[in-house]
């Protein structure tokens, strides 16, 4: 009997293996309407942004022959997914092309706008409802793309941009990708959440630009997915995506607790955020209970002033007293230092890698700063004098304390010191 | 900006450089009183084994297991490169412990880098050093594992020759390039001139470069290079009058000795004002305790 179930095609490039939990949460979302399950078939494709080519992308799209295609967009994938989308565009004209997640959500306008010949709709925020809403009004017919809340779509040359939509209040409404099958765990690549938003509002991060408000997925849905995830002996490590994983004692011991109880393979938490400076005996034992192998965090900089500019609370005597106790614990911490932020030159450069030198972490990751669209830095940015490239990965070129020589240089000397710091036998 | 613990293996060599820094009081070679030291040492985190020359050292190997299991992270070798052409004994160093090396090269070819070192077909050997190590820290089974920094002495003999050096050295793949002032005889104007388009010339192929021995005054526009401000040390040594006046005296280790020679103190001006000078206060401040004490 032939198969006459509309295809979606969910598309991703992915970093370093990694799969897309965003599209696995999308995939899910939309496969619990009943009408959406039966009558379409909706795969993920995750490539990765190292090794596969557009073409040899475009070559599994087309095999696909999908009736509709959205793409998960990301700083580092933009360009490729650019690229491909043109493409597919060339070869199936008629198949609407959605775009959605970080990098063209806060722009939603601008890159429907420049980018006639690759995207159809726009989604601004979370996915997981406009996209059904999406498949419905394609499929279905209901509805009409004005009334689809949270996306803008271009009508021939216009763009039209509809308002906003009110987040999903109740996480659990969302399937979990891993226990409806949208998503296989797979070891060392699995991410988990917890909770959506972040308390901090940290000028550089995108989590910062979105909704103030903590929406939290129940423990029980977590306990499940962490007793399917941890059941597998195969997976040795896994991830948590929640923007601060030491939110406050209360979630951090439940989350402790409920690892330590799902852990019978001796499963490790690997390179979760923490808020350092918040980090003291109490939140040290539960990190252990929760099997938490390492831990990834700032300081980003070690210049107070700098700090302040970009909105972070920092406090050095708490950031190098966190990082000496969970080191002491044997838990590895990663330090980042951004380079390029306001506020730093050169110097205070060189000052932020000596000081986190000094803590003896496991590792230092230096990163240049991106101006991520949608973040308080990119939303300010005449403030800063900061001049970056509007294309993504959207570098800093410079700021009104940072010239761009100094930046320049200031980038190889930090990775420079920063590998000669991490070639230590371990 | 990590300071090492140095431990010099003797004073033997396979070079015979003119300017061999290597003094007296550091030719401490006998096995029983290398290790003697490494025990003494506080804190191994950092440890780098010169010589002389390292290699050439019969209980090298011995040396870099006793350091490793003395808690050493971080194992340096300087050398002049020469017998890491030796593939099995570069894997052994490796496969021990040494994942950081320093080779010394002079020049861009055997003519400069021979005048310094004094034997012929040493230049060949460096070369090949360095390039063993370039393919090793390239190969999927060691990236981002070895730490290649190189050390280029800087003399009257090849101040025409850095930027080809640096050239070269850029081709190679190394993670840090020293320039480093030796002799008291270096016209020191020309040759921070000299120095200072090499650094730039390094930057131009994006390879971290720096300076040694060159004082901020002379190195106007080039000081984010000058490694005295990198990694700052208070300076006790003794500096012309001139030198009080300047902003970062405290710092810099000034001109070089006997500096009433050949007119030295040319070119060397009390820096009035710097916009740097907070910044590497702040430095000095904040140093990382890796940094020397």
Same mark, same amino acid.
């Given at each position: 009997?032939?198969?006459?179930?509309?295809?979606?095609?969910?598309?991703?490039?992915?970093?370093?293996?990694?799969?897309?939990?965003?599209?696995?949460?999308?995939?899910?979302?939309?496969?619990?309407?009943?009408?959406?399950?039966?009558?379409?078939?909706?795969?993920?494709?995750?490539?990765?942004?190292?090794?596969?080519?557009?073409?040899?992308? !475009?070559?599994?799209?087309?095999?696909?022959?999908?009736?509709?295609?959205?793409?998960?967009?990301?700083?580092?994938?933009?360009?490729?997914?650019?690229?491909?989308?043109?493409?597919?565009?060339?070869?199936?004209?008629?198949?609407?092309?959605?775009?959605?997640?970080?990098?063209?959500?806060?722009?939603?306008?601008?890159?429907?706008?420049?980018?006639?010949?690759?995207?159809?709709?726009? @989604?601004?925020?979370?996915?997981?409802?406009?996209?059904?809403?999406?498949?419905?009004?394609?499929?279905?017919?209901?509805?009409?793309?004005?009334?689809?809340?949270?996306?803008?779509?271009?009508?021939?040359?216009?763009?039209?941009?509809?308002?906003?939509?009110?987040?999903?209040?109740?996480?659990?409404?969302?399937? &979990?990708?891993?226990?409806?099958?949208?998503?296989?765990?797979?070891?060392?690549?699995?991410?988990?959440?917890?909770?959506?938003?972040?308390?901090?509002?940290?000028?550089?991060?995108?989590?910062?630009?979105?909704?103030?408000?903590?929406?939290?997925?129940?423990?029980?849905?977590?306990?499940?997915?962490?007793?399917? @995830?941890?059941?597998?002996?195969?997976?040795?490590?896994?991830?948590?995506?929640?923007?601060?994983?030491?939110?406050?004692?209360?979630?951090?011991?439940?989350?402790?607790?409920?690892?330590?109880?799902?852990?019978?393979?001796?499963?490790? !938490?690997?390179?979760?955020?923490?808020?350092?400076?918040?980090?003291?005996?109490?939140?040290?034992?539960?990190?252990?209970?929760?099997?938490?192998?390492?831990?990834?965090?700032?300081?980003?900089?070690?210049?107070?002033?700098?700090?302040?500019?970009? %909105?972070?609370?920092?406090?050095?005597?708490?950031?190098?007293?966190? *990082?000496?106790?969970?080191?002491?614990?044997?838990?590895? @911490?990663?330090?980042? !230092?951004?380079?390029?932020?306001?506020?730093?030159?050169?110097?205070?450069?060189?000052?932020?890698?000596?000081?986190?030198?000094?803590?003896?972490?496991?590792?230092?990751?230096? &990163?240049?700063?991106?101006?991520?669209? %949608?973040?308080?830095?990119?939303?300010?940015?005449?403030?800063?004098?900061?001049?970056?490239?509007?294309?993504?990965?959207?570098?800093?070129?410079?700021?009104?304390?940072?010239?761009?020589?100094?930046?320049?240089?200031? *980038?190889?000397?930090? &990775?420079?010191?920063?590998?000669?710091?991490?070639?230590?036998?371990? | 900006? +990590?300071?090492?613990?140095?431990?010099?293996?003797?004073?033997?060599?396979?070079?015979?450089?003119?300017?061999?820094?290597?003094?007296?009081? /550091?030719?401490? =070679?006998?096995?029983?009183?290398?290790?003697?030291? #490494?025990?003494?040492?506080?804190?191994?985190?950092?440890?780098?084994?010169?010589?002389?020359?390292?290699?050439?050292?019969?209980?090298?190997?011995? #040396?870099?297991?006793?350091?490793? =299991?003395?808690?050493?992270?971080?194992?340096?070798?300087?050398?002049?490169?020469?017998?890491?052409?030796?593939?099995?004994?570069?894997?052994?160093? +490796?496969?021990?412990?040494?994942?950081?090396?320093?080779?010394?090269?002079?020049?861009?070819?055997?003519?400069?880098?021979?005048? +310094?070192?004094?034997?012929?077909?040493?230049?060949? /050997?460096?070369?090949?050093?360095? /390039?063993?190590?370039?393919?090793?820290?390239?190969?999927?089974?060691?990236?981002?594992?070895?730490?290649?920094?190189? $050390?280029?002495?800087?003399?009257?003999?090849?101040?025409?020759?850095?930027?080809?050096?640096?050239?070269?050295?850029?081709?190679?793949?190394?993670?840090? +390039?020293?320039?480093? $002032?030796?002799?008291?005889? #270096?016209?020191?104007?020309?040759?921070? /001139?000299?120095?200072?388009?090499?650094?730039?010339?390094?930057?131009?192929?994006?390879?971290?470069?720096?300076?040694?021995?060159?004082?901020?005054?002379?190195?106007?526009?080039?000081?984010?290079?000058?490694?005295?401000?990198?990694?700052?040390?208070?300076?006790?040594?003794?500096?012309?009058? =001139?030198?009080?006046?300047?902003?970062?005296?405290?710092?810099?280790?000034?001109?070089?000795?006997?500096?009433?020679?050949?007119?030295?103190?040319? =070119?060397?001006?009390?820096?009035?004002?710097?916009?740097?000078?907070?910044?590497?206060?702040?430095?000095?401040?904040?140093?990382?305790?890796?940094?020397?004490?």
């Amino acid at each position: 009997m032939p198969n006459h179930r509309r295809r979606i095609l969910l598309v991703s490039f992915n970093v370093a293996g990694h799969d897309c939990l965003a599209l696995g949460y999308i995939k899910a979302f939309a496969l619990k309407d009943p009408t959406v399950s039966r009558q379409t078939q909706i795969d993920i494709l995750g490539f990765s942004n190292e090794e596969d080519s557009v073409r040899q992308a !475009l070559y599994y799209v087309t095999e696909f022959k999908p009736h509709l295609i959205g793409f998960s967009c990301y700083v580092w994938s933009m360009t490729t997914i650019l690229e491909l989308a043109r493409s597919v565009k060339q070869i199936m004209p008629q198949v609407p092309l959605v775009a959605g997640g970080p990098e063209v959500g806060p722009m939603a306008d601008e890159y429907l706008a420049v980018h006639q010949q690759a995207l159809d709709v726009v @989604v601004h925020d979370e996915g997981e409802a406009p996209f059904l809403d999406l498949i419905r009004h394609f499929f279905a017919g209901k509805g009409r793309l004005e009334d689809i809340a949270g996306i803008s779509f271009r009508r021939g040359q216009q763009v039209v941009r509809n308002k906003d939509r009110t987040p999903i209040k109740d996480l659990d409404e969302i399937p &979990s990708p891993y226990l409806s099958r949208a998503l296989t765990p797979r070891d060392g690549v699995t991410y988990l959440q917890s909770f959506r938003g972040c308390p901090f509002r940290c000028g550089f991060c995108y989590e910062a630009g979105r909704h103030k408000m903590l929406r939290f997925f129940s423990y029980e849905r977590v306990k499940a997915e962490l007793e399917l @995830v941890m059941g597998d002996p195969s997976i040795r490590s896994f991830h948590f995506v929640d923007s601060v994983f030491n939110l406050n004692p209360k979630h951090l011991g439940r989350l402790a607790g409920l690892l330590r109880d799902a852990n019978r393979y001796n499963t490790g !938490l690997r390179t979760i955020e923490v808020f350092t400076e918040q980090v003291d005996e109490e939140t040290v034992r539960y990190l252990l209970q929760a099997g938490v192998q390492s831990v990834e965090t700032g300081p980003q900089t070690a210049i107070p002033e700098t700090q302040k500019r970009i %909105g972070r609370y920092f406090d050095a005597d708490k950031f190098a007293r966190g *990082v000496r106790l969970m080191q002491e614990a044997g838990i590895d @911490v990663w330090c980042d !230092l951004i380079v390029g932020l306001p506020g730093d030159n050169f110097f205070r450069c060189a000052a932020s890698v000596a000081y986190s030198m000094g803590l003896r972490p496991a590792r230092i990751v230096i &990163s240049i700063l991106h101006v991520l669209p %949608g973040t308080p830095l990119f939303e300010k940015a005449e403030r800063f004098g900061l001049a970056f490239d509007p294309a993504p990965p959207h570098y800093v070129i410079a700021n009104d304390s940072f010239p761009f020589d100094q930046i320049y240089n200031a *980038v190889l000397f930090s &990775s420079s010191a920063a590998k000669e710091y991490n070639v230590a036998l371990t | 900006m +990590i300071a090492y613990e140095k431990l010099c293996l003797g004073p033997e060599s396979n070079d015979d450089c003119a300017l061999c820094p290597v003094k007296v009081e /550091q030719r401490t =070679g006998a096995l029983t009183e290398v290790i003697h030291r #490494l025990n003494a040492l506080a804190d191994p985190e950092n440890v780098a084994l010169c010589g002389g020359e390292s290699t050439p050292h019969k209980d090298l190997l011995f #040396l870099l297991s006793n350091a490793c =299991g003395r808690g050493a992270r971080r194992i340096k070798l300087v050398t002049s490169g020469r017998r890491l052409t030796d593939w099995d004994l570069l894997t052994e160093l +490796i496969g021990g412990g040494c994942r950081l090396f320093e080779v010394k090269i002079h020049g861009s070819g055997p003519e400069t880098h021979e005048a +310094i070192t004094g034997e012929r077909g040493s230049f060949d /050997q460096t070369l090949e050093g360095l /390039q063993n190590l370039s393919t090793l820290s390239g190969s999927a089974d060691y990236e981002g594992a070895i730490y290649v920094a190189a $050390r280029v002495g800087v003399t009257r003999v090849n101040l025409e020759d850095l930027i080809p050096t640096i050239a070269l050295l850029a081709s190679l793949d190394v993670d840090r +390039i020293i320039l480093a $002032r030796r002799g008291i005889d #270096l016209p020191m104007t020309a040759a921070a /001139q000299a120095v200072g388009n090499a650094l730039r010339m390094a930057a131009l192929n994006r390879v971290w470069a720096e300076c040694e021995g060159f004082p901020p005054c002379l190195m106007k526009g080039s000081e984010m290079h000058v490694a005295e401000l990198l990694r700052p040390v208070p300076s006790e040594v003794r500096k012309p009058k =001139g030198c009080r006046a300047c902003i970062y005296t405290d710092i810099c280790s000034g001109p070089p000795k006997d500096p009433a020679r050949k007119g030295c103190l040319r =070119g060397f001006r009390a820096v009035s004002s710097s916009s740097y000078v907070e910044d590497v206060s702040y430095l000095l401040r904040t140093r990382s305790p890796h940094a020397e004490p």
